[in-house]
């Protein structure tokens, strides 16, 4: 399915009367079957711009629409996988993955069938009468794609879902999320902040400005999957979008300096910050 964003801006309230811009004018458009990555400084209006296509929010100005559709609310062709996994504790695996189906009525066989499948697929198949707290962190961010398949929405939305995890363990769901997006055709939609996570896994990059979100420059990546982080040509393609970035990690370093909050070092300037 096809993503339309026109002119959108977003306000937040501060202190009570004071508003934040978190974004202005974003217009952008992702194709059916894009892998497109949000990519931007921490506070830029990535995750708010995800959050109103999810139907989670809504702009305040411009339009959202989805197959010429305007976007007006929640709905089943768009999936979320949040940076939490935010299982149900006292479910198994199955019974989690299963929990949508069974509030959508689909018969208990049916539920089996399209649970497992998916978590087949999630190389979760041993595990589904394990529970939550028997898992590890990337186990669990694989449940939760699982369970957001399962519904087979044709737009899957991606909040930073492996940022806490640790770095062997991204580097295992950044092969399978590239296995499933090649397997399943689905248009992704994927926040990040880590610029080599984004060249990685997209095929087409918006980089965001700082506060207020604007799109900066977009970036799009032709290189057949699947991908593997010592490509030459990814660290390229990170070289150039780290050159778009630069002046936009010293305006956050400097908001930061003004408030207080951290020092004006070379290690706040530097591209570490943002994975690369």
């Not at 197959?67 to 299982?87: H, K, Y």
């Not at 449940?143 to 770095?167: G, S, Y």
């Amino acid at each position: 399915m096809k993503v339309a964003i026109t002119k959108v801006g977003k306000d937040f309230k501060q202190n009570g009367s004071d508003k934040i811009r978190a974004l202005d004018e974003i217009t952008l458009t992702i194709q059916e079957g894009d892998f497109a990555c949000l990519l931007g400084p921490s506070g830029c209006g990535k995750s708010t711009l995800l959050n109103i296509i999810a139907g989670l929010d809504v702009p305040d100005q411009g339009t959202l629409t989805i197959d010429g559709q305007e976007i007006t609310g929640a709905g089943p062709e768009r999936g979320m996988v949040f940076q939490e996994a935010a299982l149900f504790p006292w479910l198994t695996v199955r019974q989690n993955v299963e929990f949508g189906l069974k509030m959508a009525g689909i018969g208990k066989k049916e539920r089996h069938e399209k649970a497992l499948h998916y978590l087949q697929m999630v190389h979760l198949g041993r595990f589904t009468e394990s529970y939550p707290h028997q898992l590890s962190g990337g186990m669990k961010q694989r449940v939760a794609i699982a369970r957001a398949l399962v519904m087979d929405p044709k737009i899957l939305l991606m909040d930073e879902p492996f940022a806490a995890l640790d770095a062997q363990t991204r580097s295992i769901l950044h092969t399978e999320l590239q296995e499933i997006w090649s397997k399943t055709g689905k248009t992704i939609i994927f926040v990040t902040h880590n610029v080599s996570e984004a060249v990685l896994l997209g095929n087409h990059i918006f980089v965001f400005s700082s506060r207020p979100g604007r799109i900066k420059k977009d970036f799009r990546l032709d290189f057949q999957g699947p991908r593997s982080e010592g490509d030459s040509r990814l660290l390229a393609t990170q070289k150039q979008i780290m050159k778009v970035l630069r002046e936009e990690i010293e305006k956050v370093a400097r908001e930061e300096l003004e408030q207080g909050a951290v020092p004006l070092t070379k290690t706040v300037l530097s591209s570490s910050r943002f994975g690369t």
